[in-house]
Structure formats: C-alpha cells, structure tokens
C-alpha cells in the first residue's frame, strides 16, 4: 500500500459545485496532515492545516478520520481559479519530512 | 519579505556536466528539503537536511549532492551520474513536523 493515495481525478465541475477528496495514508502513526495545492508548473502552496477535530476556512472544510486513515477535503461553490491539482500531505512523527500524495486535479468550468 | 529563493528559475545542462541548484531562505527554518517532480507525477524526495552540517538521503538521492554549511543555504548538485536530470526541482524548508514552505522551482533540461 502506497504512503498517501489520492484519486488523480480529473474532477471537471460547474461553477459553484461543491466537491470533495479523499486521501488515505498508510502510517497509523502520522501526526501531522495537510492540503497543498499546486498550479500549473508552479510551486505547491499551503491550503489548510487538518485537525484532528475538522476545520473550516471559507469555502473550503477539512476533516481528518484516525482510526479509517483518511483524510478529506470538501470544497463549496467552486469558482473557476479553484482548478488547480489538490495534494494531500502526510508528517509521520519524528521523520521529519512529509510524504506527497500525486494530487488530485480539480478543473472547474463556467 | 521572508522566503525561499531557488536559482535559477530555468537550467540547461550538457551531458557529463555537473550543475548545481541553488536554494537560500531567511525565514531561519531548521530543515530544508529537496524535491524532484516530474510531468503528472508527485514530489519524490532527494534529500533533506534538518540542522547545519547534517543532511539525510531521501527516496531518490542517487545521483545528486548536496551540503548544508550554512543554515539558509542548501544547494543541490545534479551530477552526470544523474541520467535522467530533466524535472522540476523544488527546495523547501520548514521547522520540524511544521508545514513546508516552497521556493519557486527550477527547471532542469538536458541540452
């Protein structure tokens, strides 16, 4: 079983969709998790921290299950500059360094 | 502003040439991370370096360098031992178990 998996998707969805990724990790152990997104030939950027208890920012919900290891991300009234590729990323405790879903390409169409 | 900054943005090498990425920050992380990613592919780790002279090999260290003398800097060598050098390499840097931060990315293309 791979460390992160992700649906690659492509997800094409209308302006104001809502829409949701999953992302299961392998290491029960993981402590820290994340969403990054990454644009065209771009660098990945923080989108969200996930807790433990979920959390919201805007538009956009995250939401951790421990003892199912996966993670997800729903995205409400998608606009078009939400298209982009959705990566979930996993810090397993005292390795110091993340593991990198593939990503999961969201496009959004008017 | 605080941040990363990869030089530079494109890198052209010829074959049986060492070159070397540059990747400085003075957000004063800890850790710094190098990364290779190909077209539709994730980011496959190549080295990373969590305090000053002392850096660990990641999933794909073959083939590549790199040094931590300095806590902003942390260079990345592509050596010709790299037969496959052609990707987009991005270096971060973080404080442990914290969010990394991304410089902007080189490209590296074989002439």
């Known amino acids: 079983r791979k460390e992160v998996e992700q649906d690659p998707g492509p997800f094409n969805v209308p302006e104001g969709a809502t829409v949701a990724f999953n992302c299961t990790y392998s290491?029960?152990?993981?402590?820290?998790f994340f969403w990054y997104r990454q644009d065209c030939r771009k660098e990945p950027k923080l989108l969200m921290s996930v807790y433990s208890s979920g959390n919201e920012d805007g538009r956009f919900t995250a939401q951790l299950n421990r003892a199912s290891q996966y993670i997800s991300l729903l995205i409400r009234d998608s606009k078009l500059s939400d298209s982009a590729t959705y990566l979930c990323?996993?810090?397993?405790w005292g390795q110091g360094n993340l593991i990198f879903g593939k990503g999961t390409k969201l496009s959004v169409k008017p | 502003d605080g941040g990363i900054t990869q030089s530079p943005k494109y890198l052209f090498r010829k074959e049986g040439q060492n070159v070397t990425l540059s990747c400085e920050q003075n957000?004063?992380?800890?850790?710094m991370y190098w990364y290779r990613q190909d077209p539709g592919q994730g980011l496959r780790l190549i080295y990373y370096s969590q305090i000053v002279n002392d850096f660990q090999k990641g999933d794909i260290a073959e083939g590549y360098s790199v040094s931590r003398e300095k806590k902003e800097s942390f260079p990345l060598t592509v050596t010709s031992a790299q037969k496959n050098p052609t990707a987009f390499y991005l270096c971060?840097?973080?404080?442990?178990?914290?969010?990394?931060?991304f410089g902007d990315g080189t490209r590296l293309s074989i002439l």
């Open positions: 957000l004063n992380h800890d850790a």
């Open positions: 990323v996993v810090n397993s």
């Open positions: 290491n029960s152990a993981s402590q820290s």
């Open positions: 971060a840097s973080s404080t442990p178990n914290q969010p990394q931060h």
